[in-house]
């Protein structure tokens, strides 16, 4: 599986300019790199300023669903559709959208952790569940941002069978080294593969870390982006996974007897 991740920056409210940045971004990622897979970062229509994404939430999953879909077609990729900010049901929702290759939601994931030093608690509602799906035959998740600070969460997907987890944020400086151990800690405990994209510029008061990342199942960067716009392109090879395994065997040696939770 190859998967690009777009790392780019968003312009804050400006929902037709960072349709026509993601459009032309894909091309170009399709046409150097074709990949399977294809990532979007956190809140990239809007930009992350959680009272600016609420605000415009209403009629974005209508337009940009369709808008989505059709992208992954024409490309014949998977797209990753980052997350946008969802109204549905009169609910305001952080959401990531998963696309196959045909236009079909391969999986549809409201945040779960809301981030509540930005208020985002009190913005958007927050999801209950955490789909998985399967992308060439391998089993993946996808969190959001501030989901990684969970360990318990992404180990309930593991324990699913998952191989691949991708996370797309909007994840800020100075916490830049909390993003770094916090996605090889969720890779290593896990034995998978992860894939997290991020922004990049400034969202209100924040400036966005970027360090976007590939990592194998050991932890280590297959891929690994600076602060700057870019695209970041990484083979996950499988085998790395089996050999962790072999090595470690982490699921085989739990004791969920003695957890308390």
């Not at 990532?39 to 229509?45: F, K, R, T």
């Not at 605000?55 to 077609?73: I, N, S, T, V």
Request: charged content about 20%; glycine content about 8%; hydrophobic content about 45%.
């Amino acid at each position: 599986m190859k998967v690009s991740i777009l790392q780019m920056e968003v312009k804050i409210g400006d929902i037709e300019a960072n349709m026509r940045a993601v459009e032309e971004g894909v091309a170009v990622i399709v046409r150097e790199q074709a990949p399977d897979v294809v990532v979007l970062p956190e809140l990239w229509n809007t930009g992350y300023v959680p009272k600016v994404a609420a605000e415009l939430a209403k009629g974005q999953r209508e337009r940009l669903c369709p808008w989505m879909a059709e992208l992954a077609m024409r490309h014949n990729i998977t797209l990753v559709g980052g997350s946008i900010a969802n109204e549905l049901h009169g609910r305001v929702y952080n959401t990531s959208f998963v696309f196959d290759a045909e236009g079909v939601i391969l999986a549809e994931y409201n945040k779960v952790h809301l981030f509540s030093p930005a208020n985002e608690h009190h913005l958007f509602d927050g999801g209950d569940l955490l789909p998985t799906f399967y992308i060439g035959g391998r089993r993946a998740a996808v969190i959001t941002c501030y989901d990684i600070r969970f360990p318990e969460f992404t180990r309930m997907a593991a324990l699913k069978g998952i191989e691949v987890l991708f996370v797309v944020a909007a994840w800020p400086y100075p916490r830049q080294d909390h993003w770094d151990i916090l996605l090889k800690a969720r890779a290593i405990e896990n034995q998978i593969f992860v894939v997290a994209a991020n922004t990049v510029g400034t969202a209100g008061k924040v400036t966005m870390c970027g360090r976007s990342v590939v990592l194998d199942p050991w932890g280590l960067p297959l891929a690994m982006a600076g602060d700057e716009a870019t695209v970041l392109t990484a083979e996950l090879p499988f085998m790395l996974r089996d050999s962790a395994k072999g090595k470690i065997n982490v699921m085989a040696d739990r004791k969920p007897h003695v957890y308390r939770l």
